[in-house]
């Protein structure tokens, strides 16, 4: 430990005990979790760009950043896939150092901002909290105290970059701009590596710019996150795709010492049933990126998307939630989830759920599409609808939906948005040769290391888990550094 390191400890210890003096364990424990001011269910199901949830106001954060009790052994840290030093940002933001809370988060997180925003903290860092463990009492709000310290430094104008002392000039590439690869590139590059990003898309972001409609996840927000990894040295290259623009053998003659995959899982599964291929019935990834990146809701796009007045989601997951809540917003006199579990096992986060009823979504759970049939210009109207029933739990924990013999019913329609699952394009496999796959088309990985069977590649994000959370990824992306970082050390 360095003596800057040493001090900076001790002034850390001086102020926790200050805080600590100043407002009891006891007065801390029995405030209530304060709730994110929204906006107005009747004017958002309207806006497809206004952001949902406002932010905490300066006032709201340092009294939630009080209830946090500084433990010990802080079981939050643990929670957290890229291991945010949550206790010191939080105090921080008590403390009223709100642009040192935000450089903690960026420390470990290039994200913070967005993980702010769309990370399921109630199901990592937030469920870890000594509050809900031993308490029986509402967590922290730890994302809602992210976002707020993220926020503040963007708006205050005084963005920090940390400074790198050291470049060692050793080329490495990344493919995809999605959560995995920013995380691997901005950990790297802090390490002195000379990082390019290759895209193939327009925009960079990946998922977080074509998956997450902006009502959750403004572009701007995505976009000052990537400006920092400029401004740290990161190169992008758009409109390239690794394996067909360039291939695995230019990236070693352009010189590249490493690369790391990140490309996502961008294939959309369909069911498979008859009248799938009628017009208006599409997969939910074409239909948020052509409507978060190509412009489609206005009719004069070269790629607009159908408005469909009578809109069923097949799904239950936050892609499903993000379509139909869009769907909402284009326009559509009717917008329903149709999901073949219950309510309770919906894998979406309780957050989306609330929103997607308060703007008027219906839900009709424990139904499951047999078949589509269409008008004579072939475009869909209605869906046949099998009622479900739960039985016994299956593989993932929850019960598993059983067909109630003889028990169906029809459903008129004229759009049908598909969301059950994606896989991960065969592209990148097939253009590594000797890449292993599974038989799902995820590339297998060393899991500690992150390391594919070749020898200069890693992976991580959905392409190595198929369908996955923005925070998971970017635990894979900062383990992958690691790895790839101690690996090229040890060769030097």
């Known amino acids: 430990m360095t003596r800057q390191e040493y001090m900076q400890q001790k002034r850390s210890e001086a102020w926790r005990d200050e805080l600590r003096k100043s407002v009891k364990a006891k007065e ?18 309207h806006e497809l760009k206004m952001e949902v949830n406002q932010g905490l106001t300066e006032e709201q954060a340092v009294f939630e950043a009080g209830r946090c009790l500084d433990c010990a052994n802080p079981t939050c840290v643990t929670g957290c896939p890229v291991e945010i030093n949550i206790p010191t940002f939080i105090k921080n933001i008590e403390r009223g150092n709100y642009l040192e809370a935000a450089r903690t988060l960026k420390e470990t997180s290039a994200l913070p901002a967005v993980c702010g925003r769309v990370c399921p903290q109630e199901k990592q860092c937030e469920s870890k909290c000594i509050y809900i463990q031993k308490m029986g009492k509402e967590p922290v709000a730890i994302g809602y105290l992210e976002r707020f310290a993220a926020d503040y430094e963007r708006l205050s104008g005084q963005i920090s970059v940390p400074e790198i002392p050291n ?3 050793i080329k ?6 999605g959560p995995a690869g920013l995380s691997f590139a901005g950990d790297m590059v802090k390490r002195g590596y000379d990082i390019t990003v290759f895209e193939a898309l327009h925009e960079i972001g990946g998922v977080l710019k074509y998956g997450i409609p902006e009502f959750r996840l403004p572009n701007d927000i995505v976009d000052v996150e990537i400006d920092v990894l400029r401004k740290l040295g990161v190169k992008f290259e758009k409109n390239c795709i690794v394996g067909k623009t360039i291939s695995y053998e230019d990236l070693h003659t352009a010189g590249f010492k490493g690369i790391f995959v990140g490309s996502g899982a961008g294939l959309p599964n369909f069911m498979g049933i008859p009248g799938e291929n009628l017009i208006g019935i599409m997969s939910s990834n074409e239909y948020l990126t052509r409507v978060n990146l190509m412009d489609a809701s206005n009719p004069e796009s070269d790629t607009p998307v159908q408005l469909g007045k009578k809109v069923a ?7 499903a939630m993000d379509a139909v809540r869009t769907a909402r917003r284009l326009g559509a006199e009717r917008a329903v989830i149709v999901y073949r579990r219950s309510e309770e096992e919906m894998p979406a986060r309780v957050e989306e759920v609330k929103h997607a009823k308060e703007e008027g979504v219906d839900f009709l759970t424990l139904h499951n599409p047999l078949r589509y049939e269409g008008d004579e210009q072939g475009h869909v109207s209605r869906m046949l609808l099998q009622k479900m029933e739960l039985g016994e739990p299956d593989a993932s924990g929850r019960r598993k939906p059983v067909p109630i013999e003889g028990a169906t019913e029809w459903m008129d329609v004229d759009e049908v948005i598909v969301s059950v699952g994606v896989s991960p394009n065969p592209l990148i496999p097939s253009a590594f040769s000797g890449l292993e796959v599974t038989k799902w088309g995820t590339i297998v990985i060393n899991e500690s290391t992150m390391k594919t069977d070749l020898p200069d590649v890693y992976a991580g994000g959905d392409i190595v888990r198929g369908g996955a959370t923005v925070i998971l990824a970017m635990g894979d992306g900062r383990r992958a550094a690691a790895s790839m970082d101690e690996a090229l050390r040890g060769k030097e």
């Open 167 to 169: 470049r060692n000039g």
């Open 172 to 177: 490495i590439a990344v493919v995809g701009s």
């Open 28 to 45: 801390r424990g029995e405030r209530p979790r304060v709730h994110m001011p929204e906006l107005d269910p009747e004017i958002r199901s």
């Open 313 to 319: 989601v097949v799904g239950g997951g936050n892609t």
